[in-house]
């Protein structure tokens, strides 16, 4: 499984833009990026998935450089209510996922 | 809307006690999955199962069995509780993947276990 790495925690206020970079410098060819939004006091939830380039819905978006070794998830003008542990997650065919620590995301008025 | 469900938010426990936690899903999803989150620490996968009967180990299966007679239901046992297994306990499940990124897994509201 390839490793990720990314902020511990990171602050902003509402109606800001927040940026979260992943770092996974071995991903491999069949590896998919991932990114799950955990609230206080319940299970994780899928926000967006995606390989190259740019993904976007109606939640984040998702930029993948051409190297693929790192992402960066954007979530454009948070509310208090994005308050969050953001989990970057690497992997392709199989079952397992490595969550990892998080990034803490904190934002306030 | 889909749901998964776990059969208790909160559950104390004392060191020996054998301990059962349930979890049922009512997407029809093949894949079924056992997290504990610890602070710092993140979500650490348990055990996992892909099909009835059919179970792997995660990273930290030491401590912990696992039981998946059926499709919908993946059963999460210690056998002999010990105080370092305080934790919370998430179950998930997700549909086949047949190809591409990891399919999208669906999580319980888990399960808060303290053993005394």
């Known amino acids: 499984l390839a490793k990720t790495t990314q902020p511990i925690s990171m602050d902003s206020y509402e109606g800001q833009e927040v940026n979260i970079t992943c770092s996974h410098n071995?991903?491999?060819?069949?590896?998919?990026i991932t990114w799950y939004q955990q609230f206080p006091s319940q299970g994780p939830r899928f926000i967006i998935q995606?390989?190259?380039t740019k993904v976007t819905n109606e939640v984040a978006s998702l930029f993948i450089p051409a190297d693929r070794k790192s992402s960066t998830l954007s979530l454009p003008r948070v509310s208090l209510s994005d308050t969050a542990v953001y989990y970057c997650?690497?992997?392709?065919?199989?079952?397992?996922?490595?969550f990892g620590a998080g990034t803490t995301v904190t934002v306030r008025a | 809307d889909v749901k998964v469900t776990q059969s208790s938010r909160y559950l104390v426990k004392r060191t020996g006690e054998k301990v059962f936690l349930e979890c049922v899903q009512d997407?029809?999803?093949?894949?079924m999955f056992w997290y504990r989150q610890d602070p710092g620490l993140g979500l650490r996968l348990i055990y996992f199962?892909?099909?009835?009967?059919?179970?792997e180990k995660g990273d930290i299966p030491e401590g912990y069995s696992v039981s998946r007679e059926k499709k919908e239901r993946f059963s999460l046992i210690l056998e002999s509780a010990s105080t370092n297994q305080t934790s919370m306990y998430l179950c998930?499940?997700?549909?086949?993947?047949?190809?591409?990124?990891?399919?999208?897994?669906?999580f319980g509201p888990g399960t808060r276990l303290t053993v005394l």
């Open positions: 995606g390989y190259k």
């Open positions: 997407m029809d999803h093949e894949n």
């Open positions: 199962s892909y099909d009835v009967k059919m179970k």
């Open positions: 998930a499940s997700s549909p086949l993947q047949t190809s591409g990124g990891a399919r999208e897994q669906f």
């Open positions: 997650l690497v992997g392709g065919l199989g079952y397992k996922l490595s």
């Open positions: 071995n991903i491999a060819t069949n590896d998919y």
